[in-house]
């Protein structure tokens, strides 16, 4: 017999999962359901532009369905009345159930939004799951406060779960900004709404299933696929919708603002865009890992990150041979078959996000960048949405592709000369998510990590992360943090209990 041919292997379970069916109705109150109008939505895998499933289009009706659903649960206390340590077991049976289902998650993540499988296996499904397993972990391990007074009285600080909260989530990582969320707030005792992205509703979908066989009492986790001009709108604007958790585009998270100001005044916690500068400075001496990094975490995920270290400062003197070792580099990034194992660069995920980084790479070379590898669209017989890794020399920070997200695989290299020039350019930007400084120098290194304006700064290496640090961004990056201890400030209120205490006589 033939060894199994790794590439044949993915293509044939997805043929069998297509074969099967998705189903793609909504999940409320522990049971699947079409929309209340009955409306579907094509969800069209950037693979090669096939319908793979047909969605339920959530609309107001859903939402107000899956709200009240959420509401019943978070009154009669069927979780948040469960001692933290019973909460615990669920979450832990939660993240066991996406373990045992990962071949599953991870094909539809890559059905649905295009990224190599090779990454959903290795990194969306366990990364999910552990985020699940460690907030499941913590939550029987936070204790609660007791002020200092006088004799007469006793003053609690309590964390309260805050009730129903609302996650609206992007298609680039769906499966794991969708846990980032859930992670906290149902270990904290909350009930949850999830509106997945339109373009990348799949996984979530399971994931709801998934809860449910771990024993997460019905009601307390819904999920209503749909538009963000409808579904999430709609999640917003709710009056009995306590908090919302929106991971996504600085322009939606604008408008969440607004819907909070519009509605309930709900606490927003908004997870936005990026442009993060990566500075390679000359006395930096091991230039090959410094290149291979930064095109590594640039092209990972298709440069569909928010943290892609897009904008690339390198000083002067090394920016020649630099530009050369990423040229070179880029070859190692050719898109191709994301259901192949050994693909490192796949599809992005639609038409549209094709068109949007093409139009950007247009603007580049309108405004006098050099294109020195890529550029142009790839495999376009597929059917499928790929573009070649493209790096850009000559960029000056005031360039469209400089100043705003791409989202694509598209590098912007900027020369500078001194210390002083680096940082005034990273920090020329409306973004503050991430950073990257390389340099040999420890007062360098450090000095220029306290002047970036980032929510995480990253020294000689980008690409540590874990769940026990907190990420997000400064400026129109965002306000909120997911990950670490610190999300349990987005997902409690401090409660102040005080009691009078009389004297014996
Ligand atoms: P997006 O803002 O278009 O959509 C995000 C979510 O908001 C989707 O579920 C969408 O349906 C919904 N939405 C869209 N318009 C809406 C509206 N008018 N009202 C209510 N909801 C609406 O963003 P995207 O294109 O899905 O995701 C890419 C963006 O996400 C990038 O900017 C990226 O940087 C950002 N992102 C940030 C982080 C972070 O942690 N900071 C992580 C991942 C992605």
Redesign the pocket.
Known sequence: MNAPNPRGLWHGRAADLLARGIDGRMVIDGHRYHATDGQLFDCISPLDGKVIARVARGKAADVARAVTSARAAFNDRRWAGQAPAQRKKVMLAFAEQLRRAREELALLETLDMGKPIKNSLSTDVPGAARCIQWFGEAVDKIYDEIAPTGDNALALVTRQAIGVVGA??????PML?ASWKLGPALAAGNSVVL?????SPLTALRLAELALEAGLPEGVFNVVPG???EA??AL?LHLDVDAIA????????R??LD?ASRSNLKRVYN????KSANIVFADFDDLDRAAATAAGSMFYNQGES?NAPSRLLVQDTIADAFVEKLKALATQYAPADPLDPGTVLGALVDETQTQTVMGYIQAGLDEGAQCVTGGRRALEATGGQFVAPTVFDGVRNDMKIAQE?I?GPVLAVIRFKTEAEAIAIANDSAYG?HAGVWSRSLDRAVRVSRALQAGTVHVNQYDEDDITVP???VKQ??NGR?KSLHAFDKYTELKTTWMRIDSAN
């Open positions: 609206i989530v992007p298609w680039n990582y900004m509106k997945p992205s339109e373009k538009f963000g001009h999430g709108e917003a929106f991971t996504g585009s600085t322009r939606t998270g408008r969440m819907y997870e936005l865009g990026g928010c997200e989202f998510l990420f997000g961004g990056s965002g997911d």
